[in-house]
């Protein structure tokens, strides 16, 4: 059902987005009818089979629930395997008939199944009661008066704005500046939600007379259902081949015959409409009903865990499926998941409709495998499934189709179980790895492998393997074609596999090399000495035991038992296990560094010997002799040309290589080791540099892993971090880093320490165990002790006190101190941390700052825990805080590969670069047709697909688009809290944004909604402390007015200046405070800020400098309007105006320019430079019009004479020439202006008008002059995505705020009220 809907939901969008038609010719128009239903279009491709034209129609709402339909063209059925424009006679515009075809049982059990998916009606906590992130946007955008209403997407949000409250709600105490107590966790999502969901039928299940006997078998029947009615009916109903009737059974007579004057109904719910009017009303009403958005109702790709859930009472009338025997039944039948995939890998790729069908494809297989993974883990570790073989230390499990391998311990060089975890992890990041090759190497494949932890224990779950080719062809030996152990082998299927890997390796920078055999011959290799291809029984190459594809890293590798003994700080150091390799993205950014390490090299070499162009010129040995030079300098494997590769098989244990590998295996050694030198002194300084000047920082664990693993930093590095940044002279302004090493060190040593606790507790005692552990880290001295008597009374309600057979309860005598040493004994063998986890979690509350709550999260967030919904005072000692009814659940946790959208995101890349380049349009029009591809690969619920319409919503925005980018921002939200977590810090940032263009439309209640949600969000994920809270009170403090305004702005810029130091971000704040405290009447606390303001631009820009001006006149101004002030108080105050001069209070669009440069959609880089352009302008133009009239009166002063009149005509040239260029200037200049008075606060925001986008030469080559100028103006202000703003070689509009002084990335043109030029 899952893949019908969402093709269903594709096809819509084929003819939804953009109004248009797909391009290609395979694209038809037809006509459907028949079937019961009425009849409607469909636009369909000419590649399509039959049977994918059938289930997009059974996807239909308007055919649902109808199964077991074919399709009919001139009377004649057609083939289901059949493509469509290989049908005769198709074409855009014919018919197509809908034929009910005859049920089978499992067709029959098929159509039970989708009948109740329709009758349970999906309802608001349904997400979170199955431990899914669920989407909260809602209960924001719907007012509390009235029970929620379903819309369809456009009324619901086009209305949204009549739903608010006209006046603006006030911050909760909770969020305010200096508040003390954290929000409350109820706040975090609905607890309460309107059901109005209708009941079709009292009761759905199957009847006691079943199964059929076997002469009525032998007429037919598959199975008896019996029916409880809303009007008290009670009957069976018979499935057969031609449907559905109603049977004269009762509950004490069996008699199957069908009932007087009742029809057979090929569609179960035709029938229940026949005999049940209410059944037939409450399904009109549903399908009639406004649809959802598809990003709220249809399923997720993967399951996005919510580590907090709501509990209700349990129900069957909620499903009919368990009493239908559904779940059993349907089951039964296990997919061949490698032939799935395999087969969606294999689909052609030629056209653009074709590889969107294909991603789609392999997207919902690959989903679909997880989704079975997670199943198979939950049912393996319940004891639901007997292991294959009898072997208690290595079971092994089969169901649902995929097979599942408990993990062992490991050999002793990998270091045992942690060992054997580390090789799980790697294969499948090796898998990946090859996975994401192109074009003619995806013919090498590998088995679908995800990784999935439940209740401690770390399941290793594949698809079952195809058979080795068999001995009957020729020169196949049992389909083992490549391996360390194979002998010498020759055949034509060795040798094409052999081309495969050695492309491979090309493609992801591994070196051919030889290895010496068990029986001592040289072997060819491409990959690790564990590596084996096979040619398998379907005739595909697949490549195995990929775990150590990427080369080791030698920071943890201590040769000959030799360990450096200069202290922690120093590497090589051992590690807990012997499987430390490089990750593909520093490999990647290695290989980068040694690039430019080349051409540098290569370039000095030429200038040593006459220069580059002499070189380049010349036609002798000198270039070619400093390329070679260059090659062996940076270690290149190539004499001739830059070539970086590395062997992964170098200090692999046991491996030999030949003497003639000897030069090889040094040079190999010294690349590995300037690699591991890499990222000590280049990868770890760049992430603290990013996490400092960089506005998208890493709030909690999961964005701290991501920004660690873009730069290629494992997670080992975590101690090593740690202490460099408490030896910097930026610890302070990384506090909130160091605060998120910290808890991610205690949440990873706590996880390893949970898996053996939680293995061996009972399944009666988990939910007591799990709270008991998590009471053991959060409260310091906690033991079983405070909480016996607690124990012991609900042991007595549960009749399980007194002499009855002994239990074991080990795991409740764990206490506080004792997890706490065995964590900091974990942190000093993993990461070397000896003192900096102190005694107990105070320790690090009190010195670092931590949350508890921030902890709990990360802690369930890494085990699966659900926990409920409510209020946990952690730092209670008297009571355990959270008690074993609190633990909802324990879900699986699922690693797996991702699977790419290569076109969508070639078009986002494209999108990307065009928004650095400033070409808006061009990024508007790509970034589009990105959003389209996503949306037919994946119907936009993907996390690329978040971002890339995040990025269309702030293009529409700076193009003036605000209506636009509300509606795309709506959606972004949903589609963040739904993929990625409800309080994941993407989720924070979009409510940010969508703040932002609410209050641009006037939503200023709804606007401050979402940034009081987005202010607890992150004050429970992070706390206070953090970069981004500076940016969300400076919103706020916009937003709001008055006392709360002027509150939030200076704790804006207290937060900033701690985090950011007097950066262009500070001025600005400084500035916002002088303009609100001028309104409110504080002349002298305005002079003060935009004093500090002033000298920031002063000490960056010098006081020449048209921002440095600005800023000066503004402060002229304020300082003006005291002294008015002040003299109007010393006469008696007659003359003193209410309200301040205009020149000092904000106008909407200005506050509106001031939230873009807040937020990052803005930056003051690029207006600046723009400024000083308009500054030379105008000097140009002055220097010009006096040598005009120079001219001139030289002209009238030689009109006597022809030689005179010669001279003049000469001139009178020159001067028409200068006055020409002088014009052209001048005409931009006003036309500029122009632009700025006629355009809205939007296109002020950002929007490259036509004559700026086409501009003049001279402006665009003196943009690009002052680009390469030294002093120009660095990027402090950076957009939320590092891609989204323009380039310094557009033209960007730009205002500066003469009234206030301030520079904003805005107009085109300057306001003048103060006259600050």
Not at 125 to 150: K, N, Y
Not at 416 to 437: N, W
Not at 663 to 672: F, G, P, V
Not at 1065 to 1091: P, S, W
């Amino acid at each position: 059902m899952r893949e019908t809907a969402k093709k269903g939901n594709g096809e819509k969008r084929i003819m939804d987005v953009s109004g248009s038609k797909s391009d290609d010719d395979g694209t038809f128009l037809v006509k459907i009818q028949g079937g019961g239903v009425d009849a409607f279009e469909l636009q369909v491709n000419g590649f399509w089979l039959v049977q994918d034209a059938i289930m997009t129609i059974l996807g239909r709402e308007e055919v649902a629930p109808r199964t077991s339909l074919a399709l009919a063209l001139s009377g004649v059925t057609l083939d289901p395997l059949a493509e469509l424009r290989d049908v005769k006679g198709f074409k855009s515009g014919v018919t197509l008939r809908l034929v009910e075809e005859p049920y089978s049982p499992r067709s029959a059990q098929a159509h039970l199944s989708r009948v109740q998916e329709m009758l349970r009606a999906a309802g608001p906590q349904d997400a979170v009661l199955e431990g899914r992130s669920p989407s909260v946007l809602h209960t924001l955008t719907q007012t509390a008066e009235a029970p929620p209403t379903l819309h369809s997407s456009k009324n619901r949000r086009g209305n949204s704005k009549s739903e608010q409250s006209a006046e603006a709600p006030s911050p909760p105490v909770y969020i305010q500046p200096g508040a003390s107590d954290l929000p409350p966790l109820t706040t975090l999502l609905p607890n309460n939600a309107h059901n109005d969901t209708s009941s079709y039928l009292v009761d759905l299940s199957l009847s006691c007379w079943n199964p059929p006997p076997g002469f009525r078998k032998l007429q037919g029947d598959f199975m008896y259902i019996s029916v409880h009615t809303l009007e008290g009916k009670q009957c069976d109903i018979t499935s057969s081949p031609r449907g559905f009737y109603v049977n004269r059974s009762t509950f004490d007579v069996f008699d199957p015959r069908p009932a007087a004057s009742t029809p057979v109904y090929h569609c179960l719910t035709d029938l229940l409409s026949h005999l049940s009017p209410k059944f037939k009303h409450n399904l009109s009403a549903q399908r009639h009903r406004p649809s959802l958005p598809a990003e709220e109702n249809l399923p997720t790709l993967n399951r996005t865990l919510s580590w907090l859930g709501v509990s209700s009472i349990h129900s069957h009338k909620s499903s009919f499926s368990g009493r239908l025997g559904l779940d059993q039944d349907l089951n039964t039948q296990a997919p061949d998941w490698n032939k799935e995939i395999q087969a969606a890998r294999d689909l052609p790729q030629r056209t653009l409709e074709e590889r969107l069908h294909r991603d789609r494809a392999l997207l919902q297989v690959n989903s679909a495998f997880v989704a079975a993974v997670a199943q198979a883990a939950e049912r393996v570790i319940d004891g639901f499934v007997d292991p294959l073989n009898d072997s208690h230390e290595e079971p092994a499990f089969l169901w649902g189709g995929v097979f599942m391998g408990v993990p062992v311990r490991g050999e002793e060089w990998m270091g045992g179980e942690r060992g054997h975890k580390a090789a799980q992890r790697l294969e499948l990041r090796g898998i990946q790895v090859y996975s994401d090759l192109e074009g003619d190497l995806q013919n090498l494949h590998t088995i679908p492998t995800a990784l999935a932890d439940y209740r401690g224990v770390r399941l290793s779950a594949q698809a079952l393997a195809p058979g080795l080719q068999g001995p009957e062809q020729a020169e196949v030996p049992n389909g083992l074609l490549y391996g360390f152990t194979l002998g010498p082998l020759e055949n034509p299927a060795r040798r094409k596999l052999l081309e495969l890997l050695a492309h491979s390796a090309k493609a992801i920078a591994l070196q051919r090399h030889a290895v010496l055999g068990p029986s001592g011959h040289q072997f060819p290799l491409f990959t690790s000495v564990d590596a084996q291809g096979i040619l398998g029984a379907d005739g595909r190459y697949y490549l195995l035991d990929v775990y150590r594809t990427m080369p080791a890293d030698t920071n943890f590798l201590v040769e000959d038992g030799v360990e450096t003994d200069s202290g922690d700080e120093s590497f090589p150091r051992r590690y807990p296990h012997g499987l430390c390799r490089l990750r593909p993205e520093l490999v990647k950014a290695f290989i980068q560094h040694k690039h430019a390490q080349f051409s540098a090299c290569v370039k000095a070499r030429m200038e040593e010997n006459g220069g580059v162009e002499e070189c380049m010129k010349a036609c002798d040995s000198r270039s070619t002799d400093a390329v070679r030079a260059a090659c062996k300098d940076v270690g290149s494997v190539s004499d001739i040309i830059f070539e970086m590769r590395f062997i992964p098989n170098v200090y692999s244990p046991g491996v030999q290589f030949p003497d003639s590998e000897k030069n090889t295996l040094e040079l190999q050694k010294r690349l590995l080791k300037e690699a591991a030198s890499f990222i000590i002194n280049d990868q770890i300084p760049a992430f603290m540099n990013d996490c400092i000047h960089a506005s998208d920082v890493p709030m909690d664990g999961a964005t701290l892993r991501q920004a660690l693993h873009q730069k290629g930093i494992n997670l080992r590095y975590l101690g090593h971090l740690v202490r460099t940044i408490s030896q910097s002279d930026l610890k302070d302004q990384l506090r909130h880093i160091t605060r998120l090493l910290f808890t991610e060190i205690v949440v990873r040593c706590a996880q390893r320490l949970f898996s053996g606790y939680i293995q061996g507790v009972e399944t009666s005692n988990m939910s007591a165990a799990v709270s008991h552990f998590l009471c053991c880290l959060l409260v310091p001295h906690f033991s079983s002790a405070s909480n016996g008597e607690e124990s012991k009374k609900r042991s007595r309600r549960r009749g399980r006190g007194g002499g009855g057979a002994t239990e074991s309860t080990t795991w409740s005598t764990l206490s506080g101190n004792e997890l706490w040493s065995f964590i900091c004994q974990d942190a000093q063998e993993t990461y070397r941390l000896k003192e900096g986890l102190g005694s107990n979690v105070d320790h690090l509350v009190e010195h670092y700052g931590l949350q508890k709550i921030s902890l709990l999260r990360e802690m369930c967030l890494k085990t699966g825990i659900q926990l409920r919904l409510r209020e946990y005072v952690l730092d209670n000692r008297n009571k355990p805080p959270i008690s074993p009814d609190d633990v909802l659940n324990i879900l699986s946790v699922i690693k797996h590969i991702t699977v790419t959208t290569a076109d969508a995101t070639k078009m986002l890349q494209a999108a990307q670069n065009c928004l650095q380049k400033g070409l808006l349009e061009q990024a508007y029009e790509k970034l589009k047709e990105a959003s389209y591809l996503f949306g037919r690969v994946c119907d936009d619920l993907h996390p690329e697909a978040c971002h890339c319409l995040s990025l269309l919503a702030k293009t529409a925005y700076l193009q003036g688009r605000s209506a636009e980018a509300r509606s795309v921002q709506l959606r972004v939200v949903v589609i963040s809290e739904r993929v990625l977590g409800f309080d994941h810090p993407n989720t924070i940032q979009q409510y940010v944004l969508l703040a932002v263009y609410l209050f641009a439309g006037g939503e200023t209640a709804l606007a401050q909604r979402c940034l009081y949600r987005a202010k607890v969000l992150l004050l429970t994920v992070h706390g206070g402390d953090h970069p981004y809270t500076a940016v969300i009170d400076a919103s706020l403090g916009l937003v709001l007015q008055g006392e709360q305004s002027l509150q939030y702005l200076q704790s804006a810029l207290k937060i900033n200046s701690s985090f950011r130091g007097d950066n262009l971000t500070t001025a600005l704040i400084h500035h916002l405070l002088a303009q609100r405290h001028c309104v409110a009447g504080d002349y002298r606390g305005g002079m003060n800020h935009e004093k500090a303001a002033h000298s920031i631009f002063q000490n960056k820009w010098g006081d020449d400098h048209p921002q440095t001006k600005c800023s000066s006149d503004f402060l002229k101004n304020i300082t003006q309007q005291a002294v008015r002030v002040e003299r109007s108080i010393r006469q008696g105050g007659v003359e003193l105006p209410e309200t301040p001069p205009e020149s000092l209070v904000p106008s909407l669009d200005t506050t509106l320019e001031q939230l873009a440069l807040v937020n990052g959609i803005l930056k003051t880089s690029y207006s600046t430079r723009i400024m000083e352009f308009k500054e030379k302008l105008k000097e140009i133009k002055a220097a010009e019009e006096a040598e005009k009239a120079k001219s001139q009166s030289t002209v009238e002063k030689d009109a006597s004479g022809m030689q005179a009149n010669d001279g003049e005509t000469t001139k009178d040239e020159k001067t028409n020439g200068k006055h020409e260029a002088t014009e052209e200037n001048s005409t931009s200049e006003h036309s500029e202006t122009d632009s700025s008075e006629k355009s809205d606060h939007i296109s002020m925001n950002g929007e490259i008008e036509s004559h700026q986008h086409n501009g003049d030469c001279t402006a665009k080559n003196e943009m690009e002059k002052e680009e390469h100028q030294p002093g120009s103006v660095p990027n402090e202000i950076q957009s939320k995505s590092s891609k989204i703003m323009t380039s310094a070689d557009e033209t960007q509009s730009v205002v500066v705020n003469g009234n206030e002084g301030v520079v904003s990335e805005g107009s085109g043109d300057v306001e003048k009220p103060a006259e600050t030029e």
